[in-house]
Each structure stands twice: as C-alpha cells, then as structure tokens.
C-alpha cells in the first residue's frame, strides 16, 4: 500500500499546480475588484459560464485518466499514448463545437440567466473574448490526465507557474493599460487568460517532446482514428463528463440565484467564491491523487489496500484543511483585503467567509471518498451519487435564496448540505457496493 510520502510525493505537485493554475483566478478577482462592482460580478458569471463547458471536457479528462491509470498500473505502458493521442483528437473537435455554440447561444443563455443589464453586458464583453480558451484550455486537460495517470506530476506545477506568471503580468497591463497596451479592463483579463492558456499548451508540447519516452508510451504512433478505443474511453468519460457539467452547472444556479438578490450581492459572492476556490486546492490535489492511486492499486491487483488507503488520504485531506481554514478564519479581513479596498463589502463577506471554511473542512473529507468512487471505475455510480445529492443542493439554494431571500452567508450554507450529503452517499457506496471486480 502507498506510504504518506508516496501520496505525498503524487500531490503535492497537483496541489503546487492547481495553485498557480488558481491565481488566474484570484488575480482576475483581485484586478478587476479595483474596477468595479459590475466588472467583478460580470467576471464571475462569464467565468461559470466558461468552466460549465470546460467542465464536459474535464470530465472526458477525467475518464481518461482513470484508464490511463489503469493500464499504468497493469504495466501495459504501450496502451496509455493511444488513450492520449486518441482523446486529445476528440477534445480539439468539442472545442471548436464548444466555441460555436458559446459565440452563437452565449448571449441567449446569458439573458435568462442575468437580470440586469449593465452586468449582462459587461458579461457577454468577457466572454466573447474568453472562448477562444477553449481551443487550448481542453488540450491541457488532457495533458493533466496523461501525467496523473503515469504519476509524473511534478511537471503539472512547471506547467503551472509558467502560466499564472503569463497571466499576471498581462492582467495588469491590459486590465489597466500599462506597458504600451490599451485599457482594457473586463475584456483585458479574458484575453490575458486566453494567452496564458496557449502558453501552457505549448509548455507542455516541449517539455513532452524533450523529457518522455514517447516509445515507451506509444505516443509516436498516430495512426488513424480509432473509434473502437474512442467508444471504450467515452464509456467511462460519458459519465464523469455529465457529471463535473452538472455539479458546476449548479454552482452556475447558486451565482443565478445571488444575482437575482443583489448587485452587491454578486460582488460578495464572487469574492468568497475566490476563497473558496483556493482553499479547494489542496481537496482537489488530494482527490486527484485518490482517484488515480485507486486506480492504479486495483489495477496492479491490490484490491485488499484500496480502503485503507483511502482512510489514510482522507486523514491527510482533513487535517491539512483544518488548518488552512483555521488561518482564513481567524484573519478574514485580512484575506479579503487582497480582492477589495471597500471597507463595506469586505465587511459584508466576512459572515460568508466563515461558513464556507466549514463546508471545506467537510469536502475534505467527501471529494476524496467521492473521487475514489470514480478511481474504481464505476464512474456511472459516482455520476448517480452526484446527481441525488445535486437535486438535495438546488432546492436548498432555490428555498433560500428565492424564496427567504436570505443573506449571502446563508446561501453558502447549500455548500455544508451539498459536501455532508456527498460523504455519506460515497461511504454507502463503498460499505455496499460491488466495487472490486469494476472492469475497463
């Protein structure tokens, strides 16, 4: 069975580049923050927008990663290129229908969705330049699968820093028109994240080329498209892609709902949506890392680890987030200070602050037993425990925030309900479920 440093040694480089990979976010935050109240709450719900669809091709990522490991596992090393080549073909073709149907339909969606103007075209501005991401962002998901399932990870925070330290320095210069470029503001920081995005494209190409053994892997066949082996990986992907496309779908509700409440509102939303995000770091890495040593000890026929090794990550996963969110709790203002220099709203969002650092101590817990669900490979199982519990969460958010239009802070409690009813639906699942002879 993995020690703690093998798991360790396997997330600490997802947890490093899902850092950097974050500060595209916080920095969009904390920039367009200085802006304005319209711009910050326009750049969260342009942004939902962008990562509901990036999430379909997260998803197929997902599947893929999960085969990967598998055959890592098994040591069929020459099966892990196909799975790579063959599914980053398939990912570049959804980019460009994600692409049309975001320039054709975006505005569409966005007028249900966005009740007040201003706010809708601040949004559209933002994504209309933001979808060219998808040509590069649904590539480097593939490239996250390929290097997870082999646990090689340390390149994932190269990869990542480059990117982040790309995105940087062009939000300050176009955001706010510094270096020779234009003001640019909302539209500034959507196409810095596109540049960051294709720099880390070509990041990880090189690096490929220069460090893997593309024999060893098979990734120098190309060959013709094989469909038969594009079925097998949908087979798995299908779900987890429906899957991460629900669970942000909703998160997408949550947004819906605030902004429906309040301009202000959406502002504070968006702020702790941040802090929520970082402190979701570590819980991804470690999630990641489950799924993919999950699959890899089935794979090498440890079934008999697979349970306590889980144990052992959610042990890890707990008490590293307890002390995060134990620093965040105790210096709100402090953390909130680097989004805003308005007194009133950091006051505001310290309430929402709080409860979200519950719900994480909470998903520490649930998304790693809940990601080794999709580690056995039962990624059916894991989009059914999902989408129950995601039922549970909108008609909590839609009584509170519809209905009570209760303050922010209380809307942020749907996250305690969704994470604790999650834990205990992936706990069934491996108390009762037929789990340990999951073929793929």
């Known amino acids: ?23 595209i976010n916080v920095t969009d935050t904390a920039f367009l923050g200085r802006v304005g109240e319209v ?29 990967i490991a598998r055959r890592n596992g098994e040591g069929q090393y020459e099966d892990v290129g196909p799975v790579m080549i063959q599914g980053s073909i398939f990912l570049f073709a959804l980019a460009f229908l994600a692409f049309g149907v975001a320039r054709l339909w975006g505005g569409d969606i966005m007028r249900v969705i966005v009740s007040s103007e201003t706010i809708y075209d601040a949004t559209m501005e933002f994504i209309n330049w933001r979808v060219f991401g998808f040509f590069f962002s649904f590539m480097s998901a593939m490239f996250r699968a390929f290097y997870i399932g082999i646990t090689r990870t340390k ?13 940087v320095a062009l939000d300050y210069a176009m955001i ?46 190309f060959g013709s498209f094989d469909f038969k082996l594009l079925a097998r990986i949908l087979s798995i992907s ?25 301009q202000r509102e959406l502002a504070i939303a968006n702020i702790v949506r941040s802090i929520y995000i970082v402190l979701f770091i570590p819980v991804n890495a470690l999630a990641a890392t489950a799924n993919s040593l999950v699959s890899n000890t089935i794979g090498s026929g440890g079934i008999a680890n697979v349970v306590p090794l889980i144990k052992k990550i959610v042990r890890f996963s707990v008490l590293l987030m307890i002390g995060l969110a134990g ?17 009133t709203l950091i006051d505001a969002s310290v309430s929402s602050v709080y409860v979200i650092c519950i719900a994480m101590i ?9 990601n080794s669900v ?3 490979g039962n990624t059916s199982a894991a989009l059914m425990l999902e989408s129950v519990t995601l039922v549970f969460y909108v008609l909590y958010m839609l009584f509170v925030g519809n209905i009570l239009r209760a303050p922010v802070e209380i809307c942020f409690t749907t996250e305690i309900v969704y994470y604790s009813l999650l834990l205990v639906a992936s706990y069934f699942y491996f108390k009762k479920a037929k789990w340990q002879n999951k073929k793929i």
């Not at 620093?327 to 007194?343: E, G, N, Q, R, W």
């Open 39 to 67: 711009a910050l709450g326009a750049s969260a719900m342009g942004g939902l927008f962008y990562i509901c669809i990036f999430t379909v091709a997260f998803g197929f990522s997902i599947g893929s990663q999960i085969v």
């Open 176 to 221: 706010f028109g510094h270096w020779g470029f234009p003001e640019m503001g909302i539209k500034g920081a959507a196409i810095a994240s596109v540049i960051a995005e294709a720099g880390s494209i070509l990041f990880y190409l090189i690096y490929t080329y220069i460090t893997v053994n593309l024999k060893q892997y098979a990734l120098n066949r």
């Open 1 to 23: 069975m993995y020690t703690n440093k093998q798991i360790w040694h396997v997330s600490y480089p997802i947890l490093l580049s899902l850092l950097a990979q974050n500060v």
């Open 155 to 167: 390149v994932l925070t190269i990869n990542a820093i480059v990117m982040a330290l790309l995105n």
């Open 362 to 370: 909470i998903a520490s817990a649930s998304n790693v037993v809940f």
């Open 238 to 262: 299908c779900f987890t892609m429906l899957q991460y496309f629900l669970s942000m779908g909703t998160f997408f509700v949550f947004f819906m709902v605030v902004e429906r409440i309040g």
């Open 327 to 343: 620093v965040i709790a105790i210096f709100p203002k402090l953390i909130l200070s680097i989004y805003t220099s308005d007194i």
């Open 374 to 376: 999709s580690g056995t």
